[in-house]
C-alpha cells in the first residue's frame, strides 16, 4: 500500500502552519525547523570555511566605493578614537587622542587637519595657535604628521593593516551585530583577534576586535558614497614646509 500523497502534503502543510504559530506559556512545538540551519536565508557565507570567509570578506570590503568606522585602535602605546568615512579617493573624519579631538580631511593627496587652539599650543607656540584655531590646516607631505596621519583616511592602507587576523582561522559561531546575523572568524581562538562578518547581502566585515587588545572598530555605511571638496580659502592655512610641534 502507497501513502496518500494528498495526505503527505495536508500533513506537511498542517505542521508549516503550526510552526509559523507563535508559542505561547512554556508550550514548544516539536518537528518546527526553522532554527535547525541557522544560516538559512542568509549569504551562504557561514557555510564556508574560515578562509575562505576571510578571503570574500576582504573582497566584498576592497569592492566597496565607501565605508564608515568606528572605535579605538592602539598603535605604538597610544590609543586612537576613529569615526572617519572612507573612498577611494579621500577621507574625513575626526581622532581623538589623549584627550585631544582633531579633524581629518584627506582630498586627493592633499590632506588638511583642523584642531582648536589648545590643540595647537600643546607645543607651546601661543602665536601659532591663533592663527590656526579652527582652520583647515594644510599638511606637507614631508612633515612627520602626514605619514602618522594619513593611513586614517586612506581606506585601502587601513583596511589592509586592519582586516588580517592572525595565527590559525576557525569560526566561533553565529552572532548579531546592530540586528545583522553574522558569522565570527577567529584567529588563535580569539587571540589573533575576531571579525564578524554579515550573513545578510554581501558578505561585509561588521565588528573587529583586534589581536593584542589592540582596539575595536565597527563597520557601517558599506558602499553609501560621501563628498570630499577643498575646503574655502578663507577656511585654510598653509603653514609652510612644516607644522608647529603639538
Known amino acids: 500500500m502507497t501513502a496518500n500523497p494528498q495526505g503527505r502534503t495536508r500533513r506537511a502543510t498542517l505542521l508549516s502552519a503550526a510552526c509559523a504559530l507563535a508559542v505561547t506559556g512554556a508550550m514548544v512545538l516539536t518537528g518546527c525547523s526553522s532554527s535547525e540551519d541557522p544560516d538559512a536565508g542568509t549569504n551562504g557565507v557561514g557555510k564556508l570555511s574560515p578562509d575562505q570567509i576571510q578571503t570574500k570578506t576582504r573582497a ?42 582633531f579633524g581629518l580631511l584627506r582630498v586627493g593627496k592633499q590632506l588638511y587637519l583642523k584642531a582648536d587652539a589648545d590643540f595647537w599650543s600643546h607645543g607651546g607656540d601661543t602665536g601659532a595657535a591663533g592663527k590656526l584655531n579652527g582652520k583647515y590646516v594644510k599638511v606637507p607631505q614631508g612633515d612627520p604628521a602626514y605619514k602618522k596621519f ?52 554581501k558578505p ?16 557601517s555605511d558599506w558602499g553609501k558614497d560621501f563628498t570630499v571638496t577643498e575646503p574655502a580659502k578663507s577656511e585654510t592655512v598653509d603653514y609652510g614646509k612644516q607644522l608647529p610641534t603639538s
Open 204 to 219: 561585509y566585515p561588521l565588528r573587529l576586535v583586534r589581536a593584542g587588545s589592540a582596539g575595536t572598530l565597527s563597520f
Open 60 to 101: 566584498a570590503a576592497d569592492a566597496a566605493p565607501a565605508v564608515r568606522l568606528s572605535g579605538t585602535v592602539v598603535t605604538s602605546g597610544r590609543t586612537y578614537k576613529l569615526d572617519m568615512r572612507l573612498k577611494a579617493d579621500g577621507g574625513t573624519g575626526s581622532v581623538t587622542s589623549q584627550g585631544a579631538t
Open 150 to 201: 594619513s593611513g586614517f583616511t586612506d581606506k585601502a592602507v587601513l583596511l589592509d593593516g586592519l582586516l588580517t587576523l592572525h595565527g590559525k582561522l576557525a569560526t566561533d559561531g553565529h552572532h548579531d551585530q546592530s540586528g545583522t546575523r553574522t558569522i565570527r572568524i577567529t584567529g588563535d581562538a580569539g587571540s589573533g583577534g575576531t571579525l564578524d562578518v554579515s550573513l545578510q547581502g
